[in-house]
């Protein structure tokens, strides 16, 4: 399952795909398909399929590089958190506010991916393995417990998420398009959970066996994590905005059969002449996100994205399809500095 330099090629394929996709649904606008629109409370669309794909398959990649020392993994989440604040510096002050402290927001995907990557990595250097499963389960079983004593699922301000957000950190420093900040401090407990099921999927890659037989037993944590969340959701609905543990559990067994079915079709079929856009993607990853949303800010600061839609509308006045080729822009656009260091065979490191 490894391909060249010892790197698992299907992996970087889902991971490029994973971005590609997180790029096409940041990009969308009001007037988008609803399956590339967040679902607004309980419920799953495709949008909603992306952050957790990308926490997964990290938990594999820390999983896979189980070395370093503290203190390179507390500067990478630094410089990880001060690159969102930066970016999102950048777009209040090209909305002309230059001093936005009173209102700054704090949280954001960004600072979810580096909080997640801090516990896991410190986690998976120096905790047994065996215990990632356990530590897993009891992050999920007590957020759990929270969520059902602190009226988890209420979509107002008295959600224990938003209790807990706006006493932390100050109402003025959340997202305010929903009472409950998706990237909140408590909701990031089962999103580490999550990543943690990303790293035990990164230990059954890893163990001395022959890839079918890795590829099948992947297939079965997959289908067992999807359908416990499956099950789990009867009670506790799938529920992106809290992280709710069915959500987490049914996207993560998503995740590793995807995984799954790519190392079969790429690493064990060798079905590989269509790999190489997601490879670009896929070998900075992180890099290109942070482009993508930089970008993103610039041109809906400076009035290019109005512009462009209002274009691309025009020409296409059926909205859904003209949202979805503004999309796909920014993806094309991105690929491009994708492809160009991939050629060149530079790879970012953060």
């Not at 090629?9 to 490029?16: E, Q």
């Not at 001093?99 to 927001?105: I, N, Q, S």
Request: proline share 4%.
């Amino acid at each position: 399952m490894e391909g060249k330099g010892g790197r698992i090629l299907s992996l970087d394929v889902l991971r490029g795909l994973t971005v590609a996709c997180m790029i096409l649904v940041n990009n969308g606008t009001a007037d988008s398909f609803p399956a590339l629109r967040h679902a607004v409370w309980n419920g799953l669309t495709l949008s909603d399929m992306v952050f957790p794909f990308f926490l997964f398959i990290m938990g594999i990649s820390i999983h896979f590089s189980r070395k370093g020392k503290p203190g390179q993994i507390l500067r990478r989440t630094g410089i990880i958190i001060l690159i969102c604040w930066g970016i999102r510096y950048v777009e209040y002050a090209l909305g002309g506010d230059f001093l936005p402290w009173a209102h700054f927001r704090l949280t954001g995907v960004l600072v979810r991916i580096a909080l997640c990557y801090l516990a896991a990595a410190l986690l998976c250097l120096y905790a047994p393995a065996r215990l990632l499963p356990w530590l897993s389960g009891m992050l999920l079983a007590g957020y759990t417990m929270l969520l059902l004593c602190g009226s988890g699922y209420a979509q107002d301000a008295s959600n224990i998420l938003s209790v807990a957000d706006r006493a932390l950190l100050g109402e003025a420093h959340l997202y305010h398009k929903s009472p409950v900040d998706p990237e909140g401090l408590l909701s990031t407990l089962p999103a580490l959970a999550h990543t943690l099921l990303g790293c035990i999927c990164g230990r059954m890659l890893k163990r001395d066996a022959s890839l079918p037989e890795r590829l099948r037993r992947m297939a079965l944590y997959g289908l067992i994590l999807a359908g416990a969340g499956l099950l789990l959701s009867l009670w506790l609905p799938l529920n992106k905005r809290i992280w709710s543990p069915s959500y987490a559990l049914f996207t993560s067994g998503c995740c590793a059969l995807l995984l799954a079915a790519l190392g079969w079709l790429v690493d064990l079929r060798g079905c590989r002449g269509w790999t190489p856009f997601f490879e670009a993607f896929g070998r900075n990853a992180l890099a290109i996100y942070i482009l993508s949303e930089l970008l993103s800010a610039v041109a809906g600061q400076t009035g290019f994205s109005d512009w462009l839609y209002g274009l691309l509308s025009g020409v296409c006045p059926y909205l859904p399809a003209a949202a979805l080729l503004y999309a796909f822009f920014f993806v094309g656009i991105n690929w491009l500095v994708a492809y160009i260091l991939y050629r060149k065979r530079i790879f970012v490191k953060i």
